[in-house]
C-alpha cells in the first residue's frame, strides 16, 4: 500500500533522474547556441582552398566551393537484420587544382565534410558520390565537432601523414540552433526541483493533537 513517504521517495528518484538529463541538454544547448552566434542565416560563399587558409571568418554557415574529393572516406552505421543503416559521412576534401586532376589520394587534406543521414540525405555510396561531385555544398563550419578516434584511425590508414584533429569540419545541409536543447534543459531542471519541494511537503510529518490528563 503507497503511502506519503512512497509517494516522496518516488518524487525524489524523479528529480534525481531529471538533473543529469537536464544538464546535458543546458550543455548540448550551450554548445549549439554557441554555433548560432556565428551561424548566420544567409550561407557565405567560399572557396575551399580559402577554408583551408584562413578558416570560416565571422560566419561559420558556408556555401563550400570549388572543392574535389580527396578519394576515400569513412562512414558511421548501424547493423540491423534488413541490412546496414548508414548515419554518418566523413568526407576528404581538397581545394580543386587549376588545370589538373587529383591522381590518387589527397595528400594534403585540411577540409572534411561530415554529411549525416538526417540533414544531409545520405544513406549509401550513391549519396556520396552525389556530395562529392557537387558544386556547391552548404553547411556549418563547426568550432566544437571533431572527428573521433576510431574514425580518424580508419582515415588514417588511406592518408598517411595527414592530422584530421587540425581539419575544418563542414557539417553539410545542419540547420542553425534554435535554441530547444536550452528550453529542454530549463524545464526539465524546472520540473527536477518542482519534484523536491513537493517531496519535502508530502514527507514532512502530519502534526497531531491528543487530550493528556493533568
Request: aromatic content about 6%; charged content about 25%.
Amino acid at each position: 500500500m503507497s503511502g506519503p513517504r512512497s509517494t516522496s521517495r518516488g518524487l525524489v528518484t524523479l528529480a534525481c533522474l531529471l538533473l543529469p538529463v537536464s544538464g546535458l541538454l543546458w550543455l548540448v544547448g550551450s554548445v549549439e547556441a554557441s554555433n548560432a552566434a556565428r551561424a548566420r542565416p544567409d550561407a557565405t560563399p567560399m572557396a575551399c582552398a580559402e577554408l583551408e587558409a584562413k578558416g570560416p571568418g565571422e560566419n561559420a554557415h558556408v556555401a563550400l566551393t570549388d572543392f574535389v574529393c580527396g578519394g576515400d572516406y569513412a562512414y558511421e552505421y548501424k547493423h540491423h537484420v534488413m541490412g546496414d543503416e548508414w548515419e554518418r559521412v566523413f568526407l576528404p576534401v581538397v581545394a580543386r587544382p587549376r588545370g589538373q586532376k587529383i591522381r590518387g589520394l589527397a595528400t594534403d587534406v585540411h577540409v572534411v565534410l561530415s554529411a549525416r543521414s538526417r540533414w544531409a540525405n545520405v544513406h549509401g555510396p550513391e549519396d556520396v558520390e552525389r556530395l562529392a561531385t557537387s558544386e556547391t555544398v552548404e553547411g556549418i563550419v563547426s568550432d566544437y565537432e571533431r572527428i573521433d578516434d576510431e574514425t580518424r584511425a580508419i582515415l588514417a590508414q588511406r592518408y598517411p601523414g595527414v592530422d584530421f584533429r587540425r581539419c575544418w569540419v563542414v557539417e553539410v545541409g545542419k540547420p542553425i540552433a534554435t535554441g530547444d536543447f536550452e528550453k529542454a534543459g530549463a524545464l526539465g531542471t524546472l520540473a527536477a526541483f518542482v519534484a523536491l519541494i513537493t517531496a519535502a511537503v508530502i514527507a514532512r510529518p502530519a502534526t497531531s493533537r491528543r487530550l493528556a490528563a493533568a
